[in-house]
């Protein structure tokens, strides 16, 4: 861990390109930022790097929450061993690919409802022409980074484990505000920032509430139908966010605590992180102590790219992609050269340099790995 030069501190976790660095530093110059964290998977992102967490005292970043408004994990470990579906994850892949969408603009083909279609937050932020998209989209995965898969743990149980975020809801909400804030497209911009409490600032928290809640009710929904495919029962969930912000205390102050890319690990607080298709996932649980707080209790969300997505595929061959799943017997549906393994740091490294404030309670081996096709393209990843 390091601090940086910059206007205000900034802690960094693990090693970056000085692009990366440089983003995140400028980042820090705009509005009421006091304090900012470059979590060890972090990498170039629009605005704001993924990976950066940054605490404000009267703004809220646009840029920082992102396009893709609660996108999130959510991990659900069954009463089932991995023994009584070894053989059975060719039909379960079918089933869940039969039930569930991937892929761009997809629609559920099952309507879904949800009470957080009647709530007052979307009149309250003035989004309510997008309750319909966001009707059609509920529990749809997309495409992307985003996935279902099934995992195997240390004592050969059965997780269910989904990352995925607001869809077309989040994109659009997002899209609108960044407008209204006047923000600029791009990696090398000033971040868009809306104040506490203004007019514009309120509407816009009304929207990433709302945005948020839709994520979590489009995971739930999904891990609660593949748990129907499985016949199994959920005996414990770690669910959360990793593109938000939450209103937080640290050192006596108030702050909004902005998360791009970014698990809060708040000690006692459990999350669930991914690797890449073709490593071990991890649930972790914060811990505290000094550096935990200096990290604004924030980790790392998954491995972190090395390779953008264009030099992905310009890089590898599917033969090794292919090579490297079935050496570990991980299954694959769907999927391109961009989110290839190798495209990836490994996740076991960047954890490392988060040591003393987490601690990893358990390790999922990946054994089936369901993603949006080569030609299932969406604008609403992350």
């Known amino acids: 861990m390091e601090t940086a030069e910059s206007t205000h501190p900034l802690v960094i976790f693990g090693e970056h390109d000085d692009r990366t660095v440089a983003q995140m530093q400028r980042c820090m110059d705009y509005g009421s930022a006091v304090q900012g964290v470059l979590c060890a998977d972090g990498h170039l992102g629009y605005a704001q790097p993924v990976g950066g967490v940054i605490a404000y005292e009267g703004h809220v970043s646009i840029s920082g929450v992102g396009f893709d408004i609660g996108c999130g994990n959510l991990a659900a470990r069954t009463d089932l061993p991995y023994a009584a579906i070894k053989d059975r994850r060719e039909p379960i892949m079918r089933d869940i690919a039969r039930k569930i969408s991937f892929g761009l603009g997809r629609v559920n083909k099952e ?38 898969d099934l995992f195997e743990d240390e004592a050969g149980q059965v997780w269910i484990g989904v990352h995925f975020g607001s869809r077309g809801l989040g994109h659009q909400t997002a899209s609108r505000f960044m407008k209204a804030a006047g923000g600029e497209d791009g990696m090398e911009v000033a971040p868009a920032l809306v104040e506490d409490g203004s007019e514009l600032g309120e509407r816009y928290v009304a929207g990433m509430r709302i945005a948020g809640e839709y994520a979590y009710a489009g995971r739930e929904w999904v891990v609660e139908q593949v748990r129907q495919i499985l016949g199994a029962e959920v005996t414990e969930s770690v669910h959360n966010h990793h593109n938000y912000a939450w209103r937080e205390r640290h050192g006596g102050r108030d702050f909004w605590v902005v998360r791009k890319g970014a698990t809060p690990a708040f000690p006692g607080q459990k999350g669930f992180v991914g690797g890449s298709m073709g490593d071990d996932a991890v649930i972790i649980e914060g811990v505290d102590g000094p550096r935990s707080a200096e990290s604004l209790y924030s980790t790392v ?16 061959q599917r033969s090794a992609m292919d090579a490297w799943l079935s050496e570990r017997d991980i299954l694959l549906h769907g999927a391109d050269l961009d989110e290839s393994p190798m495209a990836y740091r490994r996740l076991g490294d960047v954890l490392a340099f988060h040591g003393d404030t987490i601690r990893i309670l358990h390790r999922l081996r990946p054994v089936l790995v369901m993603m949006a096709g080569r030609n299932e393209r969406d604008p609403y990843k992350d």
């Open 111 to 148: 309507r879904v409802e949800h009470p957080l279609f009647d709530s007052p937050l979307w009149a309250d932020a003035g989004i309510g022409d997008l309750k319909q998209i966001a009707r059609n989209q509920l529990g749809t995965v997309g495409s992307g980074n985003h996935y279902i």
């Open 301 to 316: 969300h998954g491995a972190g790219r090395l390779f953008s997505r264009s030099q992905a595929r310009k890089t590898f």
